[in-house]
């Protein structure tokens, strides 16, 4: 695989795993979870006992989902933002829910966690006045008892209710996990895109190996074949053995340019296409790596004619080296 082609799979997957974890994160953040509230108390004209339970809240994002039952009491202050706040409550009550107004420019932290200094097992924040019965998903790092968001109406009516002395209360219990059906539909779609990318990855890795054995084994095959073409073109070559008083050997004697050494009678020597000859034992294994004249670069295959139609080497005639160590061989 050539670098950029590697670069560029390796930056895609990288790509589709941060998208992935991020889109993750999102889904976490916007995975919301109603509380239904069954709201109970006693007339006080008529002293009968009335419940309602509607699915009227909205889990803070960093509150347990789990379920509380408790007498409702106010923050007094409403907005319950300070540490003195006061929730006048029976000495011995226990597990009770706070009930506190949104604002006053302190944070959800804040009053949640004054309200569990307080005792309270849960923290119910009513919405700003103005907001009617919408809620939002409160963010408040920090606490750890229950907190829920219900609107402002039904706030306000659990304030009327206690302001006039009549004692509430509430179980929340956890409700439905909304809106996942988008967060889980981007986790699954940048799943799915994950996989794609993954599977392509491999899928090039696999394509590319296969590829490159393939290329590797038709080299092989290209390779032996000349070797064996090689093989049949050094048969063909002119052999000669030199003697005594040869004008190779003597005073002036030629060397030989693969061993560079002089030649002398009794040596055995391998006549190219191009004239030009060296030692056979010298030239035989050169000739079946290269298939070239070493000096001239001559094709021996092409010159003998062995046809071998992926070699574009020009063809060699025999011919006069004029300023070399070596002569042309006259003999021919
Ligand atoms: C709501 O609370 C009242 C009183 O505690 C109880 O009688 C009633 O069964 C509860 N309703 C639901 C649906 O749980
Ligand atoms: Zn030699
Ligand atoms: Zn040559």
Known sequence: MGPLASRDVFSWLLVASVLQVSSVRLAQASYLCTAYLNISYTHPETNRTTWYQEEMGLYGQDSPKASVVGNVYLADPIYGCEEDTVYSRPNDSRGWIALIQRGSGCTFSDKINVAAMNGAAAAIIFNDFGAENRVIQMSHPGTSIVAVMIGNYRGMELVQLRVKGVPVSIAIEVGKQHGPWMSHYSVFFVSISFFIVTAAT???????????????????????KLKAEAKKAIGQLQVRTLRQGDQETGPDADTCAVCIELYKAGDVLSVLTCNHFFHRSCIEPWLLEHRTCPMCKCDILKALGVEVSFHTRTVCRPRHIQKTSIRRYKAL
């Open 202 to 224: 491999v899928g090039y890795f696999i394509f590319y190996s296969a590829r490159r054995l393939t290329g590797l084994r038709q080299q092989n095959r290209k390779q032996k």
